[in-house]
């Protein structure tokens, strides 16, 4: 089928017996159940490549959060399935670790973090070179 050709992270021993099939590279694919992505047409990802350690940080807050979205909108559905719970509190702990650590770093991610000072209007904007 579609999937013989994607380099999906097969962690299939954590869900043993279940349809699930967690991917670490959900973010980039925008999905991360493999049974569940559909390629469109002849799109290919897009692999991102951080360029510093802030880059990398905020890289990898994003691929926790999408993940445990992801990861809640299963356990809407399956409610009582420990195993992906448990898999949650696993990923929501690693999400709280990347967030303390980039705001230890670099100051508040969002608004509702620990700093007391947002400096985001002196920050480059995305289209701007950082060099």
Same mark, same amino acid.
């Given at each position: /089928?579609? @999937?013989? +050709? %994607?380099? @999906?992270?097969?962690?299939?021993?954590? @869900?043993?017996?279940?349809? &699930?099939?967690?991917?670490?590279? !959900?973010?980039?694919? !925008?999905?991360?159940?493999?049974?569940?992505?559909?390629?469109?047409?002849?799109?290919? &990802?897009?692999?991102?490549?951080?360029? +510093?350690? $802030?880059?990398?940080?905020?890289?990898?807050? /994003? $691929?926790? +959060?999408? =993940?445990?979205?992801? %990861?809640?909108?299963? %356990?809407?559905?399956?409610?009582?399935? /420990?195993? &992906?719970?448990?898999?949650? =509190? =696993?990923?929501?702990? $690693? %999400?709280?670790?990347?967030?303390?650590?980039? $705001?230890?770093?670099?100051? +508040?991610?969002?608004?509702? !973090?620990? /700093?007391? =000072?947002?400096?985001?209007?002196?920050?480059?904007?995305?289209?701007?070179?950082?060099?």
């Amino acid at each position: /089928m579609y @999937f013989d +050709s %994607l380099d @999906f992270v097969d962690n299939t021993d954590l @869900f043993v017996g279940k349809i &699930v099939n967690i991917n670490d590279d !959900g973010y980039i694919y !925008g999905n991360i159940f493999k049974d569940e992505y559909i390629p469109y047409k002849d799109y290919k &990802v897009y692999r991102l490549n951080p360029r +510093s350690e $802030e880059e990398n940080l905020k890289l990898k807050i /994003m $691929e926790h +959060s999408f =993940k445990i979205s992801d %990861l809640n909108l299963y %356990l809407d559905l399956h409610p009582n399935d /420990m195993d &992906v719970y448990n898999y949650f =509190k =696993k990923e929501k702990k $690693e %999400l709280d670790n990347y967030i303390d650590e980039y $705001e230890n770093k670099y100051g +508040s991610i969002c608004l509702n !973090g620990k /700093m007391d =000072k947002y400096n985001w209007i002196n920050d480059p904007w995305p289209w701007e070179d950082k060099a």
